[in-house]
């Protein structure tokens, strides 16, 4: 099932869904070489570095991390890890393809190179069955297409130019959504033969160019609304703009309230076919440590408050964050999230296809993590999945790595979106090597 096509939002569920890292419900990286808190080489000084710490506070009860007090079923033993030589096809083999490249993937699955796409960002599949990408840096979405069956996109067409900074894409009655820097405009698709002319829908979004933390994500939910993320335009910092780091809702006619803040940069939106929440994959602030603030990967609650720019959560509780005005010295009111290990830089999300994967694997998040440079270390560069117990979000796994096999900038790939096709198969977009991937189950 595509994410857009993912059955009625259901908000009541939200909260049994809710668990924050730190909780013992995220799976924590190994302890760093450096001391908790500490920058990477050539950071910012951390908060607390001119003498001044962050204060703690405990969330009290009707704020901790909401764990469910009933038993819960067991999540599935990871699959062990095996290596494989990337499958590249022959017109393929250049840049980083010329030589083999070997990445890790769980027993029973393949990885393949499906296409060439310089500057690949976001990504979703058309009614019709090919997968477009938006290129934001050149203004442009490509749809790629494996027409004779091969597993291989040898058809590349430019769908849409011009546009302004192009990123989250989603298609609904007849037309093609695009979130650009400041405005969602639709185009009338015509079974993808044809594009009819931007029609507005929303304009005046905060201004932006087009760089990280200015592309937009799009998502619809089964009523016709539809959501839109709005990046900070700093690291920390109380924002002239109050709509940056929040998610906003709209309709197709054009109207919109602000529906959850506190979410530092939201780059992908998703809805959990399950059961039909709003899930984001945020990057969270960076200068305070390895090992702080996880990142949320989370369902996102109507009207909930994340913490940012003022509370991070660190080791179970929330922390004052000393870079800004105390506005919420206490952290009272914030919500509890399901986050990965800080700076893996989630981008993007999604839920696993009905039915195509194994039955271990069957209602799990797969989350593309672009990696950070600010680690002392270097963590993402990978592909997680999120199994469920439930509802309930589990430990993240590893389930594509090998991106990274030295330093963090001798990377030779890095993991920016993830879509489940009508094939069955999850498509990877990597910005770094220029490429989109196709993962497979092979069985058994």
Request: glycine share 12%.
């Amino acid at each position: 099932m595509s994410r857009h096509l993912a059955r009625a939002l259901s908000l009541g569920a939200l909260t049994t869904l809710l668990l924050a890292c730190g909780s013992g419900q995220a799976a924590p990286e190994a302890a760093s070489p450096g001391a908790p808190g500490s920058a990477a080489p050539g950071a910012a000084p951390a908060a607390g570095s001119q003498g001044t710490r962050p204060v703690a506070q405990t969330a009290p009860p009707s704020q901790a991390p909401a764990v469910a007090e009933a038993p819960q079923a067991p999540a599935a033993r990871p699959r062990a890890m095996a290596s494989t030589t990337l499958q590249v096809p022959g017109a393929f083999r250049q840049g980083v393809f010329s030589q083999d490249r070997q990445l890790r993937v769980p027993e029973g699955f393949a990885i393949s190179v499906y296409a060439l796409a310089p500057g690949a960002r976001s990504l979703t599949t058309a009614p019709w069955g090919e997968l477009l990408i938006s290129q934001p840096g050149a203004g442009r979405i490509t749809g790629v297409r494996d027409a004779d069956g091969d597993a291989v996109a040898e058809s590349q067409r430019t769908i849409l130019a011009g546009l302004q900074c192009p990123y989250g894409m989603a298609f609904r009655d007849g037309y093609l959504y695009v979130a650009q820097s400041t405005k969602v405009e639709r185009f009338r698709h015509n079974g993808g033969e044809t594009f009819g002319p931007a029609e507005v829908v929303v304009d005046g979004l905060p201004q932006s160019g087009c760089a990280p933390h200015h592309y937009r994500p799009l998502t619809f939910d089964a009523t016709g609304a539809f959501y839109v993320a709005f990046g900070s335009s700093c690291n920390v910092c109380v924002e002239p703009d109050a709509r940056r780091g929040t998610v906003w809702q709209f309709t197709p006619q054009g109207g919109g309230r602000e529906f959850a803040r506190g979410l530092r940069n939201v780059v992908d939106l998703t809805i959990n076919p399950v059961t039909g929440e709003l899930w984001g994959a945020t990057n969270e602030r960076d200068h305070l440590g390895d090992d702080v603030p996880p990142e949320p990967v989370t369902a996102i609650a109507d009207g909930a408050d994340y913490g940012w720019p003022y509370c991070f959560w660190n080791n179970g509780s929330w922390a004052v964050d000393a870079r800004v005005p105390a506005r919420n010295p206490g952290c009272g009111g914030l919500t509890p999230y399901y986050g990965l290990p800080a700076h893996t830089a989630p981008l993007g999300v999604t839920f696993s296809p009905q039915g195509a994967l194994p039955s271990d694997m069957a209602g799990s998040a797969f989350v593309a993590e672009h990696g950070s440079w600010n680690h002392s270390r270097g963590v993402g560069y990978k592909v997680s999945r999120i199994p469920f117990a439930d509802n309930v979000p589990q430990p993240a796994q590893d389930f594509v790595t090998g991106w990274m096999t030295g330093r963090p900038q001798e990377a030779w790939g890095r993991p920016v979106d993830i879509e489940d096709g009508p094939d069955g198969a999850l498509y990877v977009s990597d910005d770094r090597a220029g490429a989109i991937y196709r993962i497979t189950f092979t069985g058994p």
